[in-house]
């Protein structure tokens, strides 16, 4: 029995130490992180992460190489020099413990991150189900906070909540109303984290208005009850009304019944004036800047980074240096600001869009400035930035290609046309089958001279049917008439070529009515006069 126990407690001591030699972390999704192996290691380390029971392998760092034994095709696992394991944007299916050749090196949690907006409310679950007591805590700039802990149908509330903000659910969720900036943090659930919560506040609405033009206000989100609506101006805030309902209870004085609520509770002034000027707020939550220009006043716009220079109201004298001031604050002469005392300016360099506003001389309004942010500077070009060569590259190879290609084509085509032109002297012609030897002389494309020819002529005759091709037989024409010199000229489609056909008997010459195919001809080279 004492060595049981004995066994027992080596056991959980062994156990402790292997859980206390894992390190834990907790991350925010789309972080990146690296694990570490526990000591230093040598040679191929393999990577595994072990989650719910099962364990994956997800990479082998052998020397400068990653063999990767999951898909990633977002490329998100990768070694580092050390053989660590680092992950890119991680996600929180990444949670889980990490091996290092096998050996537990880290126990990592990714958590959720979620932004709302202030007055909107948020319900944040346990990461699993859970049963008995749970105690929701949220962490923030190092301490952690008990909110409360739910015990069977009751809540235990650890922090002042007058206005029950913080509520659990059946399911043993958080629910917050009305969601404050200060709620800002992690939350856990017994302990486990389970989100990153970023509370931001609405954006304040920017309202310039010519004096005695009317306005209306609406609260940042919308709203239910008594709305009250006041205003802050240098440091000092003030209650205009409240909106009970369908009355207005009034907290100024408001003669001419200038200020009134509409039926959302939004605050309507009719004919603002100067004084109406300054930041409101809707249920103490900033809503909207107004700024309200007197009558007569000039504006003006001006590009970032720009110069300007604003001149004092005509009216304004007797003072050598004037003083210039924005929103009730004086300007003081400083590196972008100078005061000039010649001709009572004000010159700015290097314009900020937060140098906006209404400016006074010697208390009265002189102008009203509005600085745009040049966002067109950041993208121009300079003016004499050459084009990329890569894009002169890729238009100019292409065009001279084709410029090429296309010569080709031409030549090719202009040869042709011209080689048979060259052989047949027209478009369209027959072969030439005759053969004339130091017969004629042709004096133009279509004229041929054709010379006296002798009385008698040899002529080689091929008799198509049942001869022998082989054995030519040669046949004497006599008493050919005689033929003077002449020059004829042929119709297009002729050939200046003599073509002779005959009709022969059958085997003696003789009249036939059955007429052979084309005999062609070879004619005897003329012999010289004289000599016949």
Known sequence: MRVNIYICLSAFVLGCNVAAG?????????NSVTLRCPHSVEGKVRWSRERDGHRVDILTADGGRDIKHIRDPGRRYSSSADKSLYIQRVTVSDTGRYFCNNEPAVQLTVIPSE??????????????????NVTWSRERNGTKVNIFTTDGDREIK???????????????????????????????????????????????????????????????????GNVTWSRE??????DILTADGDRDIKHIDDPDRRYSSETDKSLYIGRVTVSDTGRYLCNNEPAVQLTVIPSGTTRLDAAERTTITLKCPPDVGGSDVPTWSRDAVEIQQQRRFHVSTVNNTLIITDL??????LYYCDGKPAAYLTVNKDETSERAAPENLQP?????????????VLLLLLTIIYCTWRCRFKRKV???????????????????????????????????????????????????????????????????????NESPYSLIGGTFLDGNNKGSSKTTDNTYFLLEKRKAPGNQ
């Open 422 to 492: 060259f052989f047949t002297g027209t478009e369209k012609s027959d072969h030439v089958y005759d053969e004339i030897q130091d017969g004629s002389m042709f004096h133009s494309a279509n004229a041929v001279e054709i010379l006296p020819e002798p009385k008698t002529s040899n002529c080689m005759i091929d008799y198509p049917d049942g001869s022998n091709h082989n054995d030519p037989t040669y046949s004497t024409i006599s008493d050919l008439p005689p033929v003077g010199k002449k020059t004829e000229t042929f119709l297009p």
């Open 352 to 357: 900020q869009p937060a140098d906006s506003g």
């Open 115 to 132: 932004t709302i907006k202030k007055k909107n409310s948020v319900t944040l679950s346990c990461p699993h189900s859970v049963e008995g």
């Open 158 to 224: 650890h922090i002042d909540d007058p206005e029950r903000r913080y509520n659990s659910s059946a399911d043993k969720s958080l629910y917050i109303q009305r969601a404050a900036v200060s709620d800002t943090g992690r939350y856990f659930c017994n302990n486990e984290p389970v989100v990153e919560l970023k509370v931001i506040p609405p954006v304040i609405v920017q309202k310039i208005i010519r004096e005695r033009n009317p306005i209306t206000m609406r609260c940042p989100h919308s709203v239910e």
């Open 22 to 30: 894992i390190h834990p972390k907790i991350i925010r999704e789309k």
């Open 388 to 400: 990329p060569f890569g894009l002169v590259l890729g238009i100019a190879v292409p065009f001279f």
């Open 233 to 238: 101006r240098n440091g000092t805030k003030v």
